[in-house]
């Protein structure tokens, strides 16, 4: 499984991002898709997930300004930020997983899959 992440950029605090997965090859197995981050300095963190059936996911510090949505091939996942934070900067990550439970996709000790990352830079 391949995954190709983009549509990191600078915005403004407020201002809104969409970023998008792209996932290849042997995805038939992969019963979630995921987003993490990880900000200078600190530890990677899971900010969103969406799993075969549709349910979704979200860290509490993203809740509500963030939105996990999928292609209906299910094969691209896109993140639509709203409401950037400067603690949003981060370069974000795109996961994939077969195990659709926590921690298999929100700990990133577990992952299986990992997409390059994008970087998103929110200015003040």
């Known amino acids: 499984v391949q995954l190709q992440a983009s549509g990191g950029g600078l915005v403004q605090a407020g201002g809104s991002l969409r970023l998008s997965c792209a996932a290849s090859g042997r995805i038939n197995g992969i019963s979630v898709r995921a987003w993490h981050r990880q900000a200078p300095g600190k530890e990677r963190e899971w900010v969103a997930a969406i799993v075969s059936g549709g349910t979704t996911n979200y860290a509490d510090s993203v809740k509500g300004r963030f939105t996990v949505f999928r292609d209906s091939a299910k094969s691209t996942v896109y993140l639509q930020m709203s409401n950037l934070q400067p603690e949003d900067t981060a370069v974000y990550y795109c996961?994939?997983?077969?195990?659709?439970?926590?921690?298999?996709?929100?700990?990133?000790?577990?992952?299986?899959?990992w997409g390059q990352g994008t970087l998103v830079t929110v200015s003040s």
């Open positions: 996961a994939a997983d077969h195990r659709a439970l926590r921690p298999f996709y929100s700990d990133y000790n577990w992952v299986t899959y």
